[in-house]
């Protein structure tokens, strides 16, 4: 599906990136997207994620500041290993 995969402009190199929304999550009253990148020429696939700022009916994305960056994958990844937790006492039950 075209609407779950965006396009940004990558400040670093200036070309454009294409990623698809694979998840999302809130923290601390923040709303955030998990995607990944789909470049044909890359040889791993990898994770981003990004803020989500509703403005009227559009929504925005926008970078990690470094400082937070660790916190927010942490959690990701706690609510990842909550899943698997779940997932795994439904399948023993």
Do not use: C, H, P, W
């Not at 400082?67 to 039950?93: H, I, P, W």
């Amino acid at each position: 599906m075209d609407e779950d995969i965006i396009t940004l402009l990558d400040e670093e190199t200036n070309e454009e990136v294409k990623l698809r929304i694979i998840d999302n999550f809130d923290m601390e009253d923040r709303s955030f997207g998990v995607f990944i990148t789909l470049e044909e020429n890359e040889d791993e696939i990898e994770l981003v994620i990004l803020e989500m700022i509703e403005e009227g009916d559009e929504i925005m994305f926008q970078s990690l500041d470094e400082s937070e960056e660790d916190k927010v994958y942490d959690y990701y990844d706690s609510l990842l290993d909550e899943e698997d937790a779940a997932a795994e006492e439904d399948s023993e039950a």
